[in-house]
T-cell receptor, first 115, second 111 residues
Framework: NAGVTQTPKFRILKIGQSMTLQCTQD?????MYWYRQDPGMGLKLIYY???????DKGEVPNGYNVSRSTTEDFPLRLELAAPSQTSVYFC??????????????FGPGTRLTVL | GNSVTQMEGPVTLSEEAFLTINCTYT??????LFWYVQYPGEGLQLLLK?????DKGSNKGFEATYRKETTSFHLEKGSVQVSDSAVYFC??????????FGTGTRLQVFP
């Protein structure tokens, strides 16, 4: 199992550009999450999904969009990039069985800089 | 709302020193509690967890006990190594689909 994979690893965007951060998991997990981690801060939840076709906002959804057309993929879309979106983005997934007792598995992250 | 609070870092220790990183949680219900570790340049990975009061999670020499009376889940290790240098996150799950993370504590271990 590759686990949770994210692409790209690094990206520099200009203000106003758009991009999609890719996330794929091969563990057949129902739950998937997008977080951002700002320097010296903890993780903040952007969006999450409890299954294909179902998404919901987290703590900091503004400026982002998601879709979940398959169990495996959960892309995060940035429209009109702003410097405030400079961060490291982590995707995670979790099995439904066991509920909140279960751990989340994290990808390696995408480091995004908006100039 | 619910929250998880952990001590600020960085924590700087010499090799073989004793480590404690404090973590407390709000006592609304009985959350599952987790410690995650993030090594430089990597994503988070689960270090240990506990799902009910008095449970002790342990892994790689690290331990944490779920204490309801003090609403705490402090991380401890008897003898740290340079390879333990990382950022440690405490997190709680309050019977929801989401985790609530603390702000992270950076540990630096010097030989």
């Amino acid at each position: 199992n590759a686990g949770v994979t994210q692409t790209p690893k690094f990206r520099i965007l200009k203000i106003g550009q758009s991009m999609t951060l890719q996330c794929t998991q091969d563990m057949n997990h129902n739950y998937m999450y997008w977080y951002r981690q700002d320097p010296g801060m903890g993780l903040k939840l952007i969006y999450y999904s409890v299954g294909a076709g179902i998404t919901d906002k987290g703590e900091v959804p503004n400026g982002y969009n998601v879709s979940r057309s398959t169990t495996e993929d959960f892309p995060l879309r940035l429209e009109l990039a702003a410097p405030s979106q400079t961060s490291v983005y982590f995707c995670a997934s979790r099995d439904r069985a066991g509920g909140s007792y279960n751990e989340q598995f994290f990808g390696p992250g995408t480091r995004l800089t908006v100039l | 709302g619910n929250s998880v609070t952990q001590m600020e870092g960085p924590v700087t220790l010499s090799e073989e020193a004793f480590l404690t990183i404090n973590c407390t949680y709000t006592a609304t219900g009985y959350p599952s509690l987790f410690w995650y570790v993030q090594y430089p340049g990597e994503g988070l990975q689960l270090l240990l967890k506990a799902t009910k009061a008095d449970d002790k999670g342990s892994n790689k020499g690290f331990e944490a006990t779920y204490r309801k009376e003090t609403t705490s889940f402090h991380l401890e290790k008897g003898s740290v190594q340079v390879s333990d240098s990382a950022v440690y996150f405490c997190a709680g799950s309050y019977n929801t689909d989401k985790l609530i993370f603390g702000t992270g504590t950076r540990l630096q271990v010097f030989p």
